[in-house]
Nanobody, 127 residues
Framework: QVQLVESGGGLVQAGGSLRLSCAAS????????MGWFRQAPGKEREFVAT????????YYTDSVKGRFTISRDNAKNTLYLQMNSLKPEDTAVYYC????????????????????WGQGTQVTVSS
């Protein structure tokens, strides 16, 4: 198992920016595709973005394309999510997750494809 700890959440006004970080330990971080998911109150957890094991491929849900950027630093065992032009509908708990298998392309968007999860970090966007 890889242990994941998110940070960087907070309260921001609409139009603002936040950068989430996810520090990994345990299994070799660089072997695994990673993802960000979010869960708003009363809603199911949803895919936000994924990145391949080597950072070469990234994927985004339509609602965040052009506003969010997922990246990773394998030397630092850290995953990032840069969030710009935030909207109130982005309010949610954000989770980072590691895919179950090694050397993934990142083209997996279901929570069931991910085997390790962080505890989540709250992002609140006020209007």
């Amino acid at each position: 198992q890889v242990q994941l700890v998110e940070s960087g959440g907070g309260l921001v006004q609409a139009g603002g920016s936040l950068r989430l970080s996810c520090a990994a330990s345990g299994r070799t971080f660089s072997f695994y595709a990673m993802g960000w998911f979010r869960q708003a109150p009363g809603k199911e957890r949803e895919f936000v973005a994924t990145i391949s094991w080597n950072g070469g491929s990234t994927y985004y849900t339509d609602s965040v394309k052009g506003r969010f950027t997922i990246s990773r630093d394998n030397a630092k065992n850290t995953l990032y999510l840069q969030m710009n032009s935030l909207k109130p509908e982005d309010t949610a708990v954000y989770y980072c997750a590691a895919e179950k298998g090694r050397y993934g392309s990142g083209y997996n968007f279901e929570a069931g494809d991910f085997g390790s999860w962080g505890q989540g970090t709250q992002v609140t966007v006020s209007s």
